[in-house]
């Protein structure tokens, strides 16, 4: 499903943001990716959405390599992976359904399947009462959850959620990581990437732990074969 | 239709914005569709005046029928000549007599003898005209060469002068709608920029997340060709009943309407394609 091979990540200024990195994720698995901030989490995803390339290295998606990737199909690669982005990106101006409805009008559903579509994700995150409203409307953790739907809408095979607890109280960061489990029940790949370690404690996921950009520990895969 | 309606929520959340760029486009619009107008009449009037017979020489008594058939050939071979009419003492005399015919102490005076024979060379070209009396000029038999140069002459400047003031002035407007679409569009651009981030991140296409930049680009200098036109038509309507006695039988107004569709279809072809390059590069510049 993802692979990262000896990946390095130097930025311009010098700054070393991964150095030799290797896992490989295989389909329907649930991994933890933990580590302090700056231990190269976020560059992580940032590589896998083809925001940034790599300095060394081969990452591949779903046996895609990343490098091979021509800029006009970036688009298509960022359709196959759901992002829980850090700080939301949650369109303001929008309603609940209408962030909702966008990953899937990109995709060039009709109204009737993104009706339906929406429906599902709304029941799935516990938002059906939350439509209509608007994200200034809505807490901390129910804006989490409308992201979570928004990237799930696609139905992605891999689904990255960088710090999906981030902004959250210990009981709705629960709630959150409870309805990430059941995603990856469904059969998703899940990558929650956090540093809140105690958190994820005891949930039988694949644990990475990042320091400094550089592989500290990997639990091992525990890849449905 | 969902681009469209998303173009049409972008206007109407910067109304300020978006009727500045349509005030502009319409004003250069007006400005191109006055000075096209005022080229297709100038062009209409010059015309008029290459159509009527331009060049006349007067012949001395002693003018044989070999010499005019002479002067007559080398005008011919010399030059492009719609006609060349030769008028004889009793035909001037006709000509006199209808001219005066409310005058009887003009007509009893005049007999055929006291007039000048002539010839009456109509050109195709107006340049040609010149040539053609320095031909008249240059014969000895000829008394007298009469050519309407001043009205020709004036005629052309102000046809050059209406063809390059427009083309500059047009174009200085055309270029001052482009950067304002593109100033007014990059803005609403970079206001617009996490939302672009995120369809970006989302997997949208390019053409996703320009389209609807384009389709407002296009929308202004569209809507502004139009009322640029319709304004012009207005104003040429209006003025229509005072430039017809002001030209006095010169019969160019009122304009036909197929010429106005003509005018139209060619702005709205210019108003597209500016419309499209301003928000292409608006967004090719801001999108980066």
Same mark, same amino acid.
């Given at each position: 499903?993802?692979?990262? @091979?000896?990946?390095?990540?130097?930025?311009?200024? /010098?700054?070393?943001?991964? /150095? @030799?990195?290797?896992?490989?994720?295989? #389909?329907?698995?649930?991994?933890?990716? #933990?580590?302090?901030?700056?231990?190269?989490?976020?560059?992580? *995803?940032?590589?896998?959405?083809?925001?940034?390339?790599?300095?060394?290295?081969?990452?591949? !998606?779903?046996?895609?390599?990343?490098?091979?990737?021509?800029?006009?199909?970036?688009?298509?690669?960022?359709?196959?992976?759901?992002?829980?982005?850090?700080?939301?990106?949650?369109?303001?101006?929008?309603?609940?359904?209408?962030?909702?409805?966008?990953? %899937?009008?990109?995709?060039?559903?009709? @109204?009737? !399947?993104?009706?339906?579509?929406?429906?599902?994700?709304?029941?799935?995150?516990?938002?059906?009462?939350?439509?209509?409203?608007?994200?200034?409307? %809505?807490?901390?953790?129910?804006?989490?959850? !409308?992201?979570?739907?928004?990237?799930? *809408?696609?139905?992605?095979?891999?689904?990255?959620?960088?710090?999906?607890?981030?902004?959250?109280?210990?009981?709705?960061?629960?709630? !959150?990581?409870?309805?990430?489990?059941?995603?990856?029940?469904? /059969?998703?790949?899940?990558?929650?990437?956090?540093?809140?370690?105690?958190?994820?404690?005891?949930?039988?996921?694949?644990?990475?732990?990042?320091?400094?950009?550089?592989?500290?520990?990997?639990?091992?895969?525990?890849?449905?074969? | 239709?969902?681009?469209?309606?998303?173009?049409?929520?972008?206007?109407?959340?910067?109304?300020?914005q978006?009727?500045?760029?349509?005030?502009?486009?319409?004003?250069?619009?007006?400005?191109?569709?006055?000075?096209?107008?005022?080229?297709?009449?100038?062009?209409?009037?010059?015309?008029?005046?290459?159509?009527?017979?331009?060049?006349?020489?007067?012949?001395?008594?002693?003018?044989?029928?070999?010499?005019?058939?002479?002067? $007559?050939?080398?005008?011919?071979?010399?030059?492009?000549?719609?006609?060349?009419?030769?008028?004889?003492?009793?035909?001037?005399?006709?000509?006199?007599?209808?001219?005066?015919?409310?005058?009887?102490?003009?007509?009893?005076?005049?007999?055929?003898?006291?007039?000048?024979?002539?010839?009456?060379?109509?050109?195709?070209?107006?340049?040609?005209?010149?040539?053609?009396?320095?031909?008249?000029?240059?014969?000895?038999?000829?008394?007298?060469?009469?050519? $309407?140069?001043?009205?020709?002459?004036?005629?052309?400047?102000?046809?050059?002068?209406?063809?390059?003031?427009?083309?500059?002035?047009?174009?200085?407007?055309?270029?001052?709608?482009?950067t304002t679409i593109i100033i007014i569009l990059g803005l609403k651009f970079t206001a617009?920029?996490?939302?672009?981030?995120?369809?970006?991140?989302?997997?949208?296409?390019?053409?996703?997340?320009?389209?609807?930049f384009?389709?407002?680009g &296009?929308?202004?200098?569209?809507?502004?060709?139009?009322?640029?036109?319709?304004?012009?038509?207005?104003?040429?309507?209006?003025?229509?009943?005072?430039?017809?006695?002001?030209?006095?039988?010169?019969?160019?107004?009122?304009?036909?309407?197929? &010429?106005?569709?003509?005018?139209?279809?060619?702005?709205?072809?210019?108003?597209?394609?500016?419309?499209?390059?301003a928000s292409?590069i608006a967004t090719r510049r801001y999108g980066?």
């Amino acid at each position: 499903m993802l692979i990262f @091979d000896k990946v390095t990540k130097t930025f311009g200024n /010098g700054t070393k943001a991964l /150095g @030799d990195i290797s896992f490989e994720i295989g #389909s329907g698995e649930l991994v933890v990716l #933990s580590g302090p901030s700056g231990a190269g989490k976020t560059t992580i *995803a940032k590589l896998l959405l083809k925001e940034i390339e790599p300095t060394l290295g081969i990452i591949k !998606v779903d046996s895609d390599n990343l490098k091979k990737i021509s800029p006009k199909n970036i688009a298509l690669l960022r359709r196959k992976i759901g992002v829980v982005f850090q700080d939301f990106k949650i369109l303001m101006d929008r309603t609940v359904a209408e962030n909702i409805d966008l990953a %899937l009008d990109i995709l060039g559903f009709d @109204d009737k !399947v993104i009706l339906k579509r929406r429906q599902e994700l709304l029941n799935l995150t516990g938002l059906t009462d939350k439509e209509n409203d608007f994200p200034i409307q %809505l807490s901390g953790g129910q804006l989490q959850r !409308v992201v979570i739907a928004r990237a799930l *809408a696609t139905e992605p095979k891999l689904l990255f959620a960088d710090e999906p607890t981030g902004n959250l109280d210990p009981e709705t960061a629960k709630g !959150v990581i409870k309805l990430l489990q059941e995603i990856n029940k469904q /059969g998703t790949t899940v990558i929650i990437s956090t540093h809140e370690t105690d958190l994820v404690k005891g949930m039988g996921a694949r644990s990475i732990e990042l320091k400094d950009g550089k592989l500290l520990k990997d639990s091992g895969s525990k890849a449905k074969k | 239709m969902k681009k469209l309606t998303l173009t049409l929520q972008h206007i109407r959340r910067a109304p300020y914005q978006s009727l500045a760029a349509i005030i502009m486009t319409t004003v250069t619009f007006l400005i191109v569709s006055i000075f096209t107008l005022a080229a297709i009449g100038t062009h209409t009037l010059l015309t008029y005046f290459e159509s009527r017979p331009q060049v006349t020489a007067f012949f001395l008594d002693s003018t044989t029928s070999d010499q005019l058939n002479s002067l $007559q050939s080398e005008i011919e071979n010399s030059f492009s000549t719609d006609s060349i009419i030769y008028i004889g003492k009793e035909e001037a005399l006709t000509i006199y007599q209808d001219q005066n015919a409310d005058n009887p102490l003009l007509l009893e005076m005049v007999t055929a003898d006291i007039l000048p024979a002539s010839l009456e060379v109509s050109a195709k070209s107006v340049t040609d005209l010149e040539g053609i009396a320095q031909i008249m000029e240059g014969a000895e038999y000829v008394e007298e060469v009469i050519y $309407q140069k001043d009205i020709i002459d004036t005629i052309k400047v102000w046809v050059n002068g209406v063809r390059w003031g427009g083309i500059a002035l047009s174009g200085l407007l055309l270029f001052a709608s482009l950067t304002t679409i593109i100033i007014i569009l990059g803005l609403k651009f970079t206001a617009r920029k996490l939302e672009i981030n995120t369809l970006s991140l989302l997997g949208a296409s390019p053409w996703y997340i320009r389209g609807p930049f384009v389709i407002e680009g &296009v929308i202004y200098s569209v809507l502004g060709a139009f009322l640029g036109w319709g304004l012009s038509y207005l104003t040429l309507l209006y003025l229509t009943p005072n430039l017809v006695e002001f030209l006095q039988g010169i019969t160019i107004l009122p304009v036909p309407y197929w &010429v106005m569709l003509v005018v139209l279809a060619g702005e709205l072809l210019l108003g597209l394609i500016l419309g499209s390059f301003a928000s292409l590069i608006a967004t090719r510049r801001y999108g980066r």
